[in-house]
């Protein structure tokens, strides 16, 4: 079956910059998408068709696509940015959706 | 404003069934989709499935695909969720989100989750 892989842990301090990667074999035809989890809570989209951001999203989110890499990028990270990360795609056919393994920032 | 608004928390015993659901409201139902997601107790996002709104047209995930069941009713803008032959291993938190069609499909917003517990 068709996986997702991303880092378990990133760790930055207030004001860096936190990247998050995901590779995946189809990401070259499949758009991937970031979602933001914090505990106890709901996910929330943060970055849609590699690196469109919704609207609400703070501009410091974006996202890049490079081969069978996907990036999340959060530039001068907040204390309220500390989360669970998750990037979601699909397998080359685009039947069988997947979710990555989720990233855990922490803010130093 | 867009709100997913799903049913209250479920404890079932192995080998019953529960259904989960979904009201929507503040958007065109139709218009879209409704994905469910589900999250085991300290785990990641598994995605179990799709359902376009109009059509009840569906894509389920390969690890529910023999016991799940996701239905639309648009007269009352709600989707279902039926999860048949409860294992322990079903425990875990289930979100519904609105589905916008893309390549693949994403969900930009969601409900807040129903617990489903399977204890004996």
């Known amino acids: 079956s068709y996986e997702l892989t991303q880092p378990p842990s990133v760790s930055v301090s207030p004001g860096q910059t936190a990247r998050i990667t995901c590779s995946g074999d189809?990401?070259?035809?499949?758009?991937a998408y970031w979602y933001q989890q914090k505990p106890g809570q709901a996910p929330v989209l943060v970055i849609y068709?590699?690196?469109e951001r919704p609207s609400g999203i703070p501009e410091r989110f974006s996202g890049s696509s490079s081969g069978t890499a996907v990036t999340l990028t959060i530039s001068g990270v907040q204390a309220e940015d500390e989360a669970d990360y998750y990037c979601?795609?699909?397998?080359?056919?685009?039947?069988?959706?997947?979710f990555g393994g989720g990233t855990k920032l922490t803010v130093l | 404003q867009i709100h997913l608004v799903q049913s209250g928390a479920e404890v079932k015993k192995p080998g019953a069934s529960v259904k989960v659901s979904c009201k929507a409201s503040?958007?065109?139902?139709?218009?879209?989709?409704i994905t469910w997601v589900r999250q085991a107790p300290g785990q990641g996002l598994e995605w179990m499935g799709w359902?376009?709104?109009?059509?009840?047209?569906?894509n389920y995930g390969q690890s529910v695909q023999d016991r799940v069941t996701m239905t639309t009713d648009t007269a009352t803008t709600t989707a279902h969720m039926e999860l048949r032959s409860l294992r322990f291993d079903d425990t875990a938190v289930y979100y519904c989100?609105?589905?916008?069609?893309?390549?693949?499909?994403?969900?930009?917003?969601w409900g807040k989750g129903t617990a489903v517990t399977v204890s004996s």
């Open positions: 979601q795609s699909a397998d080359s056919s685009g039947s069988a959706w997947v």
């Open positions: 189809a990401l070259p035809k499949q758009y």
């Open positions: 068709k590699d690196s």
């Open positions: 359902i376009t709104a109009y059509n009840g047209k569906t």
């Open positions: 989100a609105r589905g916008v069609a893309g390549k693949p499909p994403y969900m930009d917003v």
């Open positions: 503040g958007y065109t139902f139709t218009n879209y989709g």
